[in-house]
């Protein structure tokens, strides 16, 4: 017996010392293959949830199917960055020309569908859209490294699975959300803007983005949000210059939006910060950037916490509550940082479905 | 294109497992038989058979936890109303067409005729699973 065993443990070091990294090598392939796997259900079951969608909310006589299919392999192809200067208002273009282009082809498809039904259409598109970028890339990934044999590539996507699994299933998560119009945890900005211009007069400001006036402990208080309950972000940076162009007595910029909260923190927290609190390509930020220097303008901003899963699933009790916590710190903020008489400009960022003003 | 669990792959994974665990039990009751005329030995012998069976059972898990499918977490929401006229609250659950300071249905409770506000939507309790895939 002792015989056997020495010897299978030769066996297993010369087994190990020469074709160890090759045994490795098809273990992180079949985790990676398995991802990859989960990926495609993923991509197939949003895929399927759109178009069931468009056919539920859009009525139209035409299958949707090709349209869908075509949109998951849409890319936007960015400007070149040699000379970087100018390149934000040509991302801007860009980015304005595809939301045209969608939201002219959803009309299409869905033509029974409302506005806000129409915007939630996009936004599923969109997921699905991502999921179809994420299963791509994994593969090219996948089958590159198995023709290589390539330790190197391989490991290079199995360190940034989990990661991207994460987001893959956040997003899978999002579908049933977007499917019947919650309000998500991205647009917790938005809906303490809401909290503040309800009840008072509304006007569009930019494309997307409405404006109302209100006032609060004598102070005047401008509220920019996005227009809901369609889903969509706006353009908070068209809006911001629009109204800096206008009022030339603003006293400072509160920014709120909803921020991706570290492992161990919990969901509805709040915290603060001075900058431009908004997220995304950077077009808007920059804008917002641009115009409160030239100012000379305090910028602050409110952040509520929240993990990427939440961000994209309905609004939870926890993220509700910091809601109605950054409100009040807004309202605080008002009153402390300003005097009777100032105007302020309070900017609500995030995703609006299912928040009106 | 991908392979999916079932596969070749998966039969020779089990048939090692399954040889791993036969080898290990053996070594362990082998170690356990000889453990008053040969300790050292023995003592090798059941602390390999341990092991051998930990990374059996370890491996059977994984596999297991991965088969389970897709799971997607579905919220139940919450949808909260007020009557703007004699501020009544009524919550009930999400419908379709549901949006924050949106209108609903008309209040039961001061039978004004005025329809009711939606102040808020959320989710109430922590996501139920449920598989979709």
């Given at each position: 017996?002792?015989?056997?065993?020495?010897?299978?443990f030769m066996?297993?070091?010369?087994?190990l010392?020469?074709?160890?990294?090759?045994?490795?090598?098809?273990?992180?392939?079949?985790?990676v293959?398995?991802?990859?796997?989960?990926?495609k259900?993923m991509?197939?079951?949003?895929?399927?949830?759109?178009?069931?969608?468009?056919k539920?909310?859009g009525?139209?006589?035409k299958?949707?199917?090709?349209?869908?299919?075509?949109?998951l392999?849409?890319?936007?192809?960015?400007?070149v960055?040699?000379?970087?200067?100018?390149?934000?208002?040509?991302?801007?273009?860009?980015?304005?020309i595809?939301e045209?282009?969608?939201?002219?082809?959803?009309?299409?498809?869905?033509?029974?569908?409302?506005?806000a039904?129409?915007?939630n259409?996009?936004?599923?598109?969109?997921?699905?859209?991502?999921?179809?970028?994420?299963?791509?890339?994994?593969?090219?990934?996948?089958?590159?490294?198995?023709?290589?044999?390539?330790y190197y590539?391989?490991?290079?996507?199995?360190?940034?699975?989990?990661?991207?699994?994460?987001?893959?299933?956040?997003?899978?998560?999002?579908?049933?959300?977007f499917?019947?119009g919650h309000?998500?945890?991205?647009?917790?900005g938005?809906l303490?803007?809401?909290?503040?211009?309800?009840?008072?007069?509304?006007?569009?400001i930019?494309r997307?983005?409405?404006?109302?006036?209100?006032?609060?402990?004598?102070?005047?208080?401008?509220?920019?949000?996005?227009?809901g309950?369609?889903?969509?972000?706006?353009?908070?940076?068209?809006?911001?210059s629009a109204?800096?162009?206008?009022r030339?007595?603003?006293?400072?910029?509160?920014?709120?939006?909803?921020?991706?909260k570290?492992e161990?923190?919990?969901?509805?927290?709040?915290?603060?910060?001075?900058?431009?609190?908004?997220?995304?390509?950077g077009?808007?930020?920059?804008k917002?950037?641009?115009?409160?220097?030239?100012?000379?303008?305090?910028?602050y901003?409110?952040?509520?916490?929240?993990s990427?899963?939440?961000?994209?699933?309905?609004?939870t009790?926890?993220i509700?509550?910091?809601?109605?916590?950054?409100v009040?710190?807004v309202?605080e903020?008002?009153?402390?940082?300003?005097k009777?008489?100032?105007?302020?400009?309070?900017v609500?960022?995030?995703?609006?479905?299912?928040?009106a003003? | 294109?991908?392979?999916?669990?079932?596969?070749?792959?998966?039969?020779?994974?089990?048939?090692?497992?399954?040889?791993?665990?036969?080898?290990?039990?053996?070594?362990?009751?082998?170690g356990?038989?000889?453990?008053?005329?040969?300790?050292?030995?023995?003592?090798?012998?059941?602390?390999?058979?341990?092991?051998?069976?930990?990374?059996?059972?370890y491996?059977?898990r994984?596999?297991?936890?991965?088969s389970?499918?897709?799971?997607?977490?579905?919220?139940?929401?919450?949808?909260?109303?007020?009557?703007?006229?004699?501020?009544?609250?009524?919550?009930?659950?999400?419908?379709e067409?549901?949006?924050?300071?949106?209108?609903?249905?008309?209040?039961?409770?001061?039978?004004?005729?005025?329809?009711?506000?939606?102040?808020?939507?959320?989710?109430?309790?922590?996501?139920?699973?449920?598989?979709?895939?």
């Amino acid at each position: 017996m002792a015989y056997i065993i020495n010897l299978a443990f030769m066996a297993m070091f010369f087994v190990l010392f020469v074709w160890g990294q090759r045994i490795q090598l098809t273990i992180m392939l079949r985790d990676v293959e398995y991802a990859l796997s989960r990926l495609k259900i993923m991509r197939d079951e949003t895929r399927r949830a759109a178009i069931e969608n468009v056919k539920r909310l859009g009525k139209s006589q035409k299958d949707p199917t090709p349209y869908v299919d075509r949109y998951l392999e849409y890319v936007l192809i960015p400007p070149v960055p040699m000379d970087p200067a100018g390149i934000v208002w040509k991302y801007d273009h860009l980015l304005g020309i595809t939301e045209d282009r969608v939201k002219d082809e959803v009309k299409v498809i869905a033509p029974e569908a409302n506005e806000a039904q129409q915007y939630n259409i996009q936004n599923l598109l969109e997921i699905a859209q991502a999921l179809n970028t994420y299963y791509r890339v994994i593969r090219h990934f996948y089958l590159f490294g198995k023709k290589s044999a390539s330790y190197y590539i391989i490991i290079q996507i199995q360190v940034l699975l989990p990661e991207i699994m994460r987001e893959a299933e956040a997003l899978l998560g999002a579908v049933h959300a977007f499917t019947f119009g919650h309000p998500v945890g991205d647009g917790a900005g938005a809906l303490v803007a809401a909290r503040m211009m309800h009840g008072h007069e509304v006007s569009d400001i930019a494309r997307d983005t409405v404006c109302g006036e209100t006032d609060y402990e004598g102070r005047r208080v401008i509220v920019i949000k996005s227009k809901g309950p369609g889903g969509t972000v706006g353009r908070p940076g068209d809006a911001v210059s629009a109204i800096l162009k206008r009022r030339k007595n603003l006293k400072s910029v509160l920014m709120v939006d909803a921020g991706l909260k570290l492992e161990g923190e919990k969901s509805g927290e709040i915290f603060e910060g001075i900058g431009a609190a908004i997220g995304g390509i950077g077009t808007e930020k920059y804008k917002i950037e641009e115009m409160v220097t030239k100012r000379k303008l305090p910028l602050y901003g409110v952040i509520i916490k929240m993990s990427s899963q939440e961000a994209v699933s309905p609004i939870t009790k926890e993220i509700m509550s910091g809601i109605e916590q950054a409100v009040e710190r807004v309202k605080e903020l008002i009153k402390t940082g300003t005097k009777v008489g100032d105007t302020v400009l309070l900017v609500g960022v995030g995703n609006t479905m299912g928040v009106a003003q | 294109m991908a392979k999916q669990p079932g596969s070749v792959f998966m039969s020779l994974y089990f048939m090692v497992l399954g040889i791993l665990l036969v080898v290990s039990a053996g070594m362990f009751f082998i170690g356990l038989r000889e453990l008053a005329s040969e300790p050292t030995q023995s003592t090798i012998y059941i602390l390999v058979g341990i092991s051998g069976i930990a990374i059996t059972l370890y491996s059977l898990r994984q596999v297991q936890s991965k088969s389970k499918g897709l799971r997607v977490q579905v919220a139940k929401v919450i949808t909260v109303l007020e009557c703007a006229n004699c501020r009544n609250k009524l919550t009930r659950n999400f419908k379709e067409g549901d949006y924050i300071y949106g209108t609903a249905e008309k209040c039961t409770n001061c039978n004004s005729g005025t329809p009711m506000t939606i102040m808020s939507i959320f989710a109430e309790k922590p996501p139920s699973k449920k598989s979709t895939v």
